[in-house]
Antibody, heavy 120, light 107 residues
């Protein structure tokens, strides 16, 4: 069974940094692009970032470009999101998600999310 | 960035009704358009990919169509388990973008 488990969320002050992690099992991690998608409380889905299966291409939403960095370690079946310069508007449930292909296209597998709250 | 505009943002319907949701892209995205369903407290689920292809295991009452900038999502006969929020998403260009969502509520 495919599993994606996020960790690293929590309460953080504005301007600080936080690193999210996602550990997967049940599929060959290195065969798929991966994503971070977030959802602010009571709001819609927002794609945050994605990375191709080999890590060669990363994409970011405008709202996080220059502040967030996505990376992956295929040997450790792990995806990361380094978040810096956090703002109140980054408060959201952050989902780790798997693409259907090696490229950044569509999402077919989701974790349960980790909550990030940015507040003083 | 490509903007995705969904309508309506919410609608009230009854079991057995036909539901239609539209999604408009700010530029031509060919058929690079997906539809997701999200129920409260749950992660989203892919229903339709490439505008009109049904994901494996998804009931055939869900259909999608369109190309270019205008897309539709249909539920031919609404079932109790279909009350949820639906999102479109384009992957023609990075960054990927979602529509604002369409919440289907019980009338």
């Amino acid at each position: 069974e495919e599993q994606l488990v996020e960790s690293g969320g929590g309460l953080i002050q504005p301007g600080r940094s936080l690193r999210l992690s996602c550990t997967v099992s049940g599929f060959t991690f290195g065969d798929y692009a991966m994503h971070w998608v977030r959802q602010a409380p009571g709001k819609g889905l927002e794609w945050v970032s994605g990375i191709t299966s080999d890590g060669g291409i990363q994409g970011y939403a405008d709202s996080v470009q220059g502040r967030f960095i996505i990376s992956r370690d295929n040997a450790k079946n792990s995806l990361f999101l380094q978040m810096s310069g956090l703002r109140a508007e980054d408060t959201a449930l952050y989902y780790c998600a798997r693409d259907v292909s090696v490229r950044i296209t569509m999402i077919v597998g989701w974790g349960q999310g980790t909550l990030v709250t940015v507040s003083s | 960035d490509i903007q995705m505009t969904q309508s309506p943002s919410s609608l009230s319907a009854s079991v057995g009704d036909r539901v239609i949701i539209t999604c408009q892209a700010s530029q031509d995205i060919r058929k690079y358009l997906n539809w997701y369903q999200q129920k409260p407290g749950k992660a989203p689920k892919l229903l339709i990919y490439d505008a009109s292809n049904l994901e494996t295991g998804v009931p055939s009452r869900f259909t999608g169509g369109g190309s270019g900038t205008d897309f539709t999502f249909n539920i031919t006969s609404l079932q109790p388990e279909d009350f949820a929020t639906y999102y479109c998403q384009q992957y023609h260009d990075l960054p990927l973008t979602f529509g604002g969502g369409s919440k289907v509520e019980t009338k």
